[in-house]
């Protein structure tokens, strides 16, 4: 096979610790045809005299140097712009590739090409360069081969789990990747799980190849920002994101998988939280629990909500806004009857109505029942005509009952104004009104 050109891209900042032993790993790759394009985003430390005594002793090397700064993302995506090679992979400045890391990866991609991206076992090490103790990434198979990309897509939103790795660990198609669709979802950023959301777009699009060779190692240190509460409860923010546009772009097909992927989505974001609560940096993780419950509550609902757009325009939304009214109970299930049992007061008899016009457009019941005792139905009639004839009509059955909250069998949703409890202990979930 020939040796097709292979763009290493490395944005660095302050780089300058571990970047040698970075560069070194990127310029001794058994495959020999790469350029290696370094994003220098205005270092203040000797990153770039590290890079230009590499530079002079290499001419595979480009430095591009950003000054003033323009950040870890817009860094990468120049990049990816400037690229020549045919196959692009990611190398952190803190991260050390497999000699054989491009080659196998390269000819995984070659003898599928059917194949949307190649990426293999590594290795968690430590600020010396050391395999970390007591810790082994999971190997997805026992040999080369493909994998499905969307099984694997699904693994990865139903458990919260990069499963596939870092940005080092994986080598794609230049022309796959726009680098204007680099780090977005629905047209936002994605603050911490940028490689997850560029796993998902290719996978989308096919499988992907992967060897249980371990071709590179991925360096855990203090100073990254998997340690900063700033950024650790955006990365759930993020999982509550994926796990909507991955639903919506072909994963989580299967019966009740996007429910439990947002479920698991919000187990993790309210275990960050508690981590967090006492800090200031909380409020991402309260977003994150908040995005997934009104995903899930959007997918609990017997009537589906239009997902046209992104979920957190929809979580804020008056759609989703609204169903947060009633206690969640009422969105779990359709109830065979919804049941309702007024005072006889024409303020009271209209809001009633209209309660149950809302819940029967809503699907959260099939039946709308008005329990009156017998002594009061003559009354009653003419109440519940006038407020049917107020608005668009509705199949409304009258019943004369005593005790209301005894007449029917479980489940069967009440219908009540706040701070009425004549159904407390029967129904098995309440829509309230205001007066």
């Not at 794609?172 to 950023?189: E, H, K, M, Q, Y």
């Not at 479980?410 to 098995?428: E, F, I, Q, S």
Request: hydrophobic share 40%.
């Amino acid at each position: 096979m020939t040796e097709p050109l292979v763009s290493i891209l490395v944005p660095t900042y302050n780089g300058e610790r571990f970047l040698k032993a970075a560069l070194r790993s990127a310029l001794e790759q058994s495959h020999r045809n790469v350029e290696v394009l370094v994003g220098d985003d205005g270092s203040t430390d000797r990153t770039p005299e590290v890079l230009a005594a590499v530079a002079a002793a290499d001419d595979r090397v480009r430095v591009l140097r950003f000054d003033p700064n323009i950040g870890p993302l817009e860094n990468p995506r120049r990049l990816l712009a400037e690229a020549r090679g045919e196959y692009v992979k990611f190398l952190m400045h803190d991260d050390v590739l497999g000699t054989d890391c491009v080659r196998d990866l390269v000819r995984g991609m070659q003898q599928h090409p059917e194949a949307t991206m190649a990426f293999s076992h590594r290795v968690l090490i430590d600020e010396q360069g050391k395999p970390v103790p007591d810790h082994e990434f999971p190997k997805l198979a026992g040999r080369p081969g493909l994998l499905d990309g969307r099984q694997l897509g699904d693994h990865v939103l139903l458990n919260c789990t990069n499963v596939i790795g870092e940005p080092t660990t994986v080598l794609f198609r230049r022309a796959d990747v726009s680098p204007d669709d680099l780090w977005t979802v629905d047209g936002r950023t994605v603050d911490v799980l940028n490689d997850v959301q560029l796993w998902l777009r290719l996978l989308a699009e096919g499988p992907a190849f992967y060897t249980p060779r371990t071709l590179s190692r991925f360096r855990f240190h203090g100073g990254q920002n998997s340690h900063n509460p700033r950024y650790v409860g955006r990365g759930e923010r993020d999982w509550s994101r994926l796990v909507d546009w991955g639903a919506r772009h072909g994963f989580l097909a299967g019966e009740g998988q996007e429910r439990r992927a947002q479920a698991r989505a919000l187990l993790e974001a309210a275990a960050r939280l508690h981590q967090l609560i006492d800090t200031p940096d909380h409020g991402a993780a309260l977003e994150a629990a908040y995005l997934s419950t009104a995903a899930l509550v959007e997918l609990t609902g017997p009537t589906s909500i239009t997902r046209t757009t992104g979920l957190p325009e929809r979580a804020h939304s008056s759609v989703v806004r609204d169903r947060f009214a009633q206690e969640l109970d009422v969105w779990t299930r359709q109830y065979p009857v919804a049941l309702a049992a007024p005072a006889l007061d024409p303020a009271e008899v209209d809001a009633t109505v209209q309660a149950f016009r809302e819940l029967l457009a809503a699907g959260a019941a099939r039946q709308a029942v008005v329990a009156i005792p017998p002594a009061d139905l003559d009354r009653a009639v003419p109440l519940l005509e006038k407020a049917l004839a107020a608005g668009p009509d509705i199949d409304l059955e009258l019943v004369p009952a005593e005790d209301p909250a005894t007449l029917l069998p479980d489940p069967w949703l009440a219908v009540t104004p706040h701070g009425r409890w004549w159904h407390h202990g029967r129904a098995l979930a309440t829509w309230t009104f205001h007066l």
